[in-house]
T-cell receptor, first 115, second 114 residues
Framework: KAGVTQTPRYLIKTRGQQVTLSCSPI?????VSWYQQTPGQGLQFLFE???????NKGNFPGRFSGRQFSNSRSEMNVSTLELGDSALYLC??????????????FGEGSWLTVV | AQSVTQPDIHITVSEGASLELRCNYS??????LFWYVQSPGQGLQLLLK??????LVQGIKGFEAEFKRSQSSFNLRKPSVHWSDAAEYFC????????????FGTGTQLKVEL
């Protein structure tokens, strides 16, 4: 079956702009989470959605937001882009919300470059 | 707060040699442990996971890992490395009640010499 699908794969934005990234989870998975990967900070948790509700949030400013739709697809938005937002944004999905027994699968990521 | 330590930033091994990547975690409750691999420009691929039961777990591509509660470790091993194993490896931990998120180590970059 299809894995986690993220679009777009690559994009370049200018400082001050906003960006929206999309994620389609594995069929049957209702939990979607987002992670940011940078060389300096490594992999950091952004937020997780389950049944259209944000269930957990990492330590990121309010410029980072997300949402989940009734079909479990998710989008994340970053407003007022800064150079430091340049990163690989990874989406992950799992069937349920609990850590136990629920393997997390990742997509290929969206590479965001802010210039 | 939970944390994951991968003490080796870079490791170089010869093709055909054995491999062990170290991972230590810090948390009081029973963790759920994962190893992921990332090739350049790609996302994270799950190698193996531990939720409960047998502490020696088998994964894909010939990898295995052993959970040692007394040492708070979950080291990844492979008896014979192939050139295609060159990649970055991440250990991660999650636990129920901690928001269920994954906390990652800083990664170990594996280079394989032919």
């Amino acid at each position: 079956k299809a894995g986690v699908t993220q679009t777009p794969r690559y994009l370049i934005k200018t400082r001050g702009q906003q960006v929206t990234l999309s994620c389609s989870p594995i069929s049957g998975h209702r939990s979607v989470s987002w992670y940011q990967q940078t060389p300096g900070q490594g992999l950091q948790f952004l937020f997780e959605y389950f049944s259209e509700t944000q269930r957990n949030k990492g330590n990121f400013p309010g410029r980072f937001s997300g949402r989940q739709f009734s079909n479990s697809r998710s989008e994340m938005n970053v407003s007022t882009l800064e150079l430091g937002d340049s990163a690989l944004y990874l989406c992950a999905s799992r069937r349920g919300i609990e850590a136990s027994g629920n393997t997390i699968y990742f997509g290929e990521g969206s590479w965001l470059t802010v210039v | 707060a939970q944390s994951v330590t991968q003490p080796d930033i870079h490791i170089t091994v010869s093709e055909g040699a054995s491999l062990e990547l170290r991972c230590n975690y810090s948390y009081g409750a029973t963790p759920y442990l994962f190893w992921y691999v990332q090739s350049p420009g790609q996302g994270l691929q799950l190698l193996l996971k531990y939720f409960s039961g047998d502490t020696l777990v088998q994964g894909i591509k010939g990898f295995e890992a052993e959970f040692k509660r007394s040492q708070s470790s979950f080291n990844l091993r492979k008896p014979s490395v192939h050139w295609s194993d060159a990649a970055e490896y991440f250990c991660a931990v999650a636990f129920t009640g901690g928001g269920n998120k994954l906390t990652f180590g800083t990664g170990t970059q594996l280079k394989v010499e032919l």
